[in-house]
């Protein structure tokens, strides 16, 4: 009963490095979403997909990009890192439109130095 | 457009105390309340909702009414645990826009 899956869990990167997040859930659902949170910030909204082959902006998605490999998969890639980039990171994926019940993963915590 | 706005924390009691956060929100028609619980290093998990106003949303001793009236939905439990301590996030759904947080709530629960 895995749900939303986030890899790695923890990394720490350099100035101008790329990585990529990896989020996969397994309940079949539409929409998939990346957050990140800040202290004092709460949670704000990078990228998210409403389904297969579709891609939008969030509230702050300077610095990222996003792939919708599949229905399962939707990754987060940060090509060019700063420090303003440090933050935990949360996938989710959404249950029904209907209800708006969000499914979050256990968070990828990223330090960039 | 739309918006939650959640008292600011943190919140300290002591064990069995009675608890209320409050959250108010602003937003286009009807929408759907949430309250979200995250405890230490974990992700966000529902803890209870509304879908309609006067609507009432309950979970393990929470309670949250949806006030269209106000625009609230505060948090309440009427005798809180330490395992309750955790950061309580309020949010809203506008249909078919991305759920909108609140900055979230601190809550510390001491013996």
């Known amino acids: 009963n895995a749900g939303v899956t986030q890899t790695p869990k923890f990394q720490v990167l350099k100035t101008g490095q790329s990585m990529t997040l990896q989020c996969a859930q397994d309940m079949n659902h539409n929409s998939m979403y990346w957050y990140r949170q800040d202290p004092g910030m709460g949670l704000r909204l990078i990228y998210y997909?409403?389904?297969?082959?579709?891609?939008d902006k969030g509230e702050v998605p300077n610095g990222y990009n996003v792939s919708r490999l599949n229905k399962r998969e939707f990754s987060l890639r940060l090509e060019s890192a700063a420090p303003s980039q440090t933050s935990v990171y949360f996938c989710?994926?959404?249950?029904?439109?209907?209800?708006?019940?969000?499914?979050f993963g256990e968070g990828s915590r990223l330090t960039v130095l | 457009g739309d918006s939650v706005t959640q008292m600011e924390g943190p919140v300290t009691l002591s064990e069995e105390a009675f608890l209320t956060i409050n959250c108010t929100y602003t937003?286009?028609?009807?929408?759907?309340l949430f309250w979200y619980v995250q405890y230490p290093g974990e992700g966000l998990q529902l803890l209870l909702k509304a879908t309609k106003a006067d609507d009432k949303g309950s979970n393990k001793g929470f309670e949250a009414t949806y006030r269209k009236e106000t625009t609230s939905f505060h948090l309440e439990k009427g005798s809180v645990q330490v395992s309750d301590s955790a950061v309580y996030f309020c949010?809203?759904?506008?249909?078919?826009?991305?759920?909108?947080f609140g900055k979230g709530t601190r809550l510390s629960v001491i013996a």
């Open positions: 949010a809203l759904n506008s249909g078919n826009t991305p759920l909108v």
């Open positions: 989710a994926s959404l249950g029904t439109l209907s209800t708006g019940e969000l499914f």
């Open positions: 937003a286009t028609g009807y929408p759907s």
């Open positions: 997909s409403a389904s297969e082959g579709t891609t």
